[in-house]
């Protein structure tokens, strides 16, 4: 009797510490995909940053474009109230659509702009809107790097929470959801940065 005893005891710690590690490794992921999140984050908070500075840099050359200017400012407000969704809770299906839709409209309202800019050439020739275009440039190619990472690593939580036996215990461990991609309703936005040229 000792015997089966001692094997029916390690089974069941066997068992138990394989629990553990579907645990663990369910918690690393998500906190891999949350990390990847928040460095979408910094890098749209620094776009948005630059957003008003542009548009006043823009003012003094565009003063009867100010509807295009405002629509901007009024785009990026809401691309700002749509990360701070996205933020409160990464990976929610609501959250990710609330930021890829008000992405979506700040593309939009910087495409307007950049059209409207072309004809004036003295705006383009500026050091202020040469040294603002180049910082945003590099900062979309910045979040389109962290987009990437960050639907790299829900793509990985998400296959493994689906795999098994994973998926017999992630709801219990509170892994009922999947996380969702961020992606944008134009496959064009996903494909290529917004263009700024000056």
């Known amino acids: 009797m000792a015997v089966s005893t001692l094997?029916?005891?390690?089974?069941?710690?066997?068992?138990?510490?394989?629990?553990?590690?579907?645990?663990?490794?369910?918690?690393?992921?998500?906190?891999?995909?949350?990390?990847?999140?928040a460095q979408i984050e910094v890098q749209l908070k620094r776009r948005y940053d630059l957003i008003p500075n542009l548009v006043e840099t823009?003012?003094?050359?565009?003063?009867?474009?100010?509807?295009?200017?405002?629509?901007?400012?009024?785009?990026?407000?809401?691309?700002?109230?749509?990360?701070?969704a996205a933020a409160a809770q990464p990976g929610s299906p609501q959250g990710m659509a609330q930021l890829a839709g008000a992405e979506s409209l700040l593309n939009g309202a910087m495409g307007r702009l950049n059209v409207v800019m072309?004809?004036?050439?003295?705006?383009?020739?500026?050091?202020?809107?040469?040294?603002?275009?180049?910082?945003?440039?590099?900062?979309?190619?910045?979040?389109?790097f962290a987009r990437q990472a960050y639907n790299d690593a829900v793509m990985t939580y998400n296959t493994?929470?689906?795999?098994?036996p994973p998926v017999l215990l992630a709801a219990s461990f509170g892994h009922g959801q999947d996380a969702s991609l961020l992606e944008f309703a134009d496959s064009a936005a996903?494909?290529?940065?917004?263009?700024?040229?000056?």
């Not at 094997?7 to 990390?35: D, E």
């Not at 493994?160 to 098994?164: A, H, L, R, V």
């Open 160 to 164: 493994y929470k689906q795999g098994f």
């Open 190 to 198: 996903i494909q290529e940065a917004p263009k700024v040229s000056f």
């Open 58 to 84: 823009a003012k003094g050359y565009l003063a009867h474009e100010r509807e295009t200017l405002e629509a901007v400012i009024a785009a990026r407000n809401s691309a700002v109230a749509g990360l701070k």
């Open 118 to 144: 072309e004809a004036y050439p003295d705006l383009k020739a500026s050091q202020n809107m040469q040294q603002l275009s180049e910082e945003l440039s590099t900062t979309e190619n910045k979040v389109a």
């Open 7 to 37: 094997i029916i005891l390690a089974v069941l710690a066997a068992l138990i510490f394989y629990v553990i590690g579907i645990y663990n490794q369910l918690v690393k992921l998500r906190n891999r995909f949350q990390n990847a999140f």
